[in-house]
């Protein structure tokens, strides 16, 4: 073992550099999954059948490809396509179109874990399907998919280190580069795991809150 | 006579299964019908189809006036009509469901304002005071804020028809609206079904309560495999049955 503490200490600044850059791929690429995965889950819930098959072929294709083939492809392959995109601009539609796939599968769930009671009784009162979804169905989702979403959410924090391999300086890459630097593997990577650790545990924390504040009495 | 509402040769299928085989009815402005049977007797689908919950054909369905869900073309044919279309006529016709149906994140006013506010467009200050007005008609002034999970079957249910009379319905369905109660709690929403029929509402009952159909109905329709098998005055249905069919389903509730 090679941890040294002065190293360790030293590669702090440049680890929490990264770590910026890894909040706001998360931060960006949640929001983004969040909101292709709420499209995604209506389409695969409509009762138009073709909104619901283009839907379906959407979170089968991006569960099934490796989040590493899609930067891989995004990054290296579009360019063969004259297509060439920012390696930042490349993780977040990496890893947004993958969240949503997961986000449009745990709120496909949420959306039909609603009795179907609750659709008919607002459609009774005159209440349109939209009006109906928004709300009716979509507060009561909210409070059942909050965890997975979570969940789903600390899994893409923690699949931003596969971005180290198309050259952004996030967390991970970070780490790699002070252990090239310093000639040293145990500490910089002690300090990276610790630091992905310091960015779930608040999110974990978080879900918890929002529970119980969400929590129908 | 403008009929309230005006059921002719309906039909409704599922897949091969022929639940609805032609009903002719009518729902006078003021009357309370009840509509007794079996299980399976269709007479819960038929409900459903009078304000398109189920989307019924052939055959028509007539509520004031309107079409329920489709237009007539001029050259006869019946096209779905568009959904804002449906959604206002759906406005004059309340339903209460056996299985309650309160939306469990909404508190009990929240639940009776809400279509009111956003459907019909009413002040939200005005919907409350109605809403109060409801609770207080329904007996339950002192659960304005209450959430659904906090009260028994009984009160749900209440505060479902409170709910649906806040849309100041034409006519009110009653889908089996005790059928999922305690006994202990019939007594209590039959009571604000009563006062209903006494302030002159128009009443659509599917029922099971045999003595709240002799009490209150105008009339009495008893459905059997899809067909309306005999109508007429309660005491005529339960005191003096033509059919085998409704004697023998009578028989079963004398025990």
């Known amino acids: 073992m090679d941890f040294q503490w002065d190293i360790f200490v030293e590669a702090i600044p440049a680890l929490l550099g990264g770590a910026w850059l890894t909040i706001q791929l998360t931060i960006i690429s949640v929001a983004i999954g969040l909101m292709l995965g709420l499209i995604v889950a209506l389409g695969r819930v409509s009762a ?16 099934g490809i490796p989040l590493l083939v899609t930067l891989m492809f995004l990054y290296y392959g579009l360019p063969s396509a004259g297509l060439q995109l920012s390696a930042f601009t490349v993780a977040v539609i990496a890893l947004a179109v993958t969240n949503a796939a997961y986000v449009a599968e745990i709120i496909r769930a949420g959306i039909q874990s609603i009795d179907r009671g609750q659709m008919r009784a607002a459609r009774s009162l005159g209440m349109s399907y939209g009006l109906a979804m928004r709300r009716i169905i979509l507060p009561q989702v909210v409070r059942r998919v909050l965890p997975p979403i979570t969940n789903e959410s600390i899994t893409l924090l923690k699949n931003t280190a596969l971005v180290s391999t198309i050259a952004l300086s996030e967390l991970l890459r970070s780490g790699l580069e002070v252990m090239t630097w310093k000639a040293n593997t145990f500490s910089p990577f002690a300090g990276v795991a610790l630091i992905y650790l310091m960015m779930t545990l608040p999110m974990i924390w978080f879900v918890s809150r929002l529970e119980k504040r969400y929590a129908i009495p | ?20 085989k032609g009903i002719d009815m009518t729902v006078e402005p003021g009357e309370v019908v009840c509509v007794i049977g079996p ?9 459903n189809c009078l304000n398109f919950l189920e989307p019924y054909g052939p055959g028509e369905v007539w509520i004031d006036g309107v079409l329920v869900g489709y237009e007539k073309k001029p050259d ?30 909404l508190s009990v006013t929240e639940n009776i304002i809400e279509a009111p506010v956003r459907v019909r467009k009413i002040p939200a200050q005005q919907a409350r005071d109605k809403a109060r007005e409801l609770l207080a008609k329904v007996g339950l002034a002192d ?3 209450a959430y659904p ?3 028994s079957g009984g009160q749900q249910q209440r505060v479902a028809i409170a709910r649906a009379l806040a849309m100041e319905p034409k006519v009110m369905l009653f889908d089996e609206v005790t059928s999922a109660l305690d006994p202990e709690l019939v007594g209590e929403v039959l009571g604000v079904m009563k006062g209903l029929a006494r302030d002159g509402m128009t009443m659509f009952v599917v029922t099971h309560e045999m003595a709240f159909a002799r009490e209150v109905a105008d009339r009495v329709v008893f459905m059997a495999d899809g067909e309306i098998v005999e109508q ?20 079963r509730f004398r025990g």
């Open chain 1, 48 to 63: 138009n059948p073709v909104t619901s098959k283009l839907a379906a072929a959407y979170t089968t294709a991006m569960r």
């Open chain 2, 1 to 20: 006579m403008s009929h309230l509402i005006r059921v002719s040769g309906l039909h409704k299928s599922y897949g091969p299964l022929h639940v609805l």
């Open chain 2, 39 to 47: 299980s399976g007797s269709g007479k819960s689908t038929l409900l």
């Open chain 2, 76 to 105: 006869g044919s019946m096209v779905k009509v568009a959904d804002h279309k449906l959604n206002a006529t759906r406005t004059a016709i309340g339903i209460v469901f056996q299985q309650f149906n309160l939306f469990p994140h």
């Open chain 2, 143 to 145: 659960k304005a804020s």
């Open chain 2, 149 to 151: 999970s906090q009260l």
């Open chain 2, 232 to 251: 007429g005055p309660p005491s005529e249905i339960f005191g003096n049955p033509r059919s085998e069919r409704l004697r023998n389903f009578l028989g």
